[in-house]
T-cell receptor, first 114, second 114 residues
């Protein structure tokens, strides 16, 4: 069963704690992305990676960090420096070569920080 | 400034009618434009992609048009059904950035009543 998995679906943390969101894909896609979605807002890009061991900041990277040590995995860490971390986080992947940009999304992780 | 706007936050129609959703963009030169469906609490799902040199694309009951002069894409669902109720997102990829992250609109929530 191919696709993207994100875990956990719901995550609760206390303010001041770092938290890592998992994203795994078995689609053999080169590119992976992290977006944040807030109520009434579109998806905003946090980080993306087009190849293993390389990644680029998106529009709202402050307070977040990522790693891309394996093609299949692109975890996102929400640090205590992120001012408003409560949001719905979406991971996506796509092919790069020969690709027109269609992205496949995971089910999302809803993070609540209190 | 660069913007991508879906000019209706919500659209309510009766079953069997055609739903038409609008996506306008400013100060972008999209290579292509995509439409996604998102159900509450879930990740977006790809529906259709249209290239800048295509006027229209169809898939079953779905039709997308792309007018680069008007800087607008229209998304139509014919013979709409209650199961079509969801939020629909448009997204674009600027030229020379294929394989990179998409730029999303905020979405239009469609409600189809029986």
């Amino acid at each position: 069963d191919g696709g993207i998995t994100q875990s956990p679906k719901y995550l609760f943390r206390k303010e001041g704690q770092n938290v890592t969101l998992s994203c795994e894909q078995n689609l053999n896609h080169d590119a992976m992305y992290w977006y944040r979605q807030d109520p009434g807002q579109g998806l905003r890009l946090i980080y993306y990676s087009q190849i293993v061991n390389d990644f680029q900041k998106g529009d709202i990277a402050e307070g977040y960090s990522v790693s891309r040590e394996k093609k299949e995995s692109f975890p996102l860490t929400v640090t205590s420096a992120q001012k408003n971390p409560t949001a719905f986080y979406l991971c996506a992947s796509s092919m790069t070569s020969g690709n027109l940009g269609e992205q496949y999304f995971g089910p999302g992780t809803r993070l609540t920080v209190t | 400034s660069q913007k991508i706007e879906q000019n209706s936050e919500a659209l309510n129609i009766q079953e069997g009618k055609t739903a038409t959703l609008t996506c306008n963009y400013t100060n972008y030169s999209p290579a292509y434009l995509q439409w996604y469906r998102q159900d509450p609490g879930r990740g977006p799902v790809f529906l259709l992609l249209i290239r800048e040199n295509e006027k229209e694309k169809r898939k079953e009951r779905l039709k997308v048009t792309f007018d680069t002069t008007l800087k607008q894409s229209l998304f139509h669902i014919t013979a709409s059904q209650p199961a079509d109720s969801a939020t629909y997102l448009c997204a674009l990829t600027p030229k020379n950035q294929a394989g990179t992250a998409l730029i999303f609109g905020k979405g239009t929530t469609l409600s189809v009543s029986s």
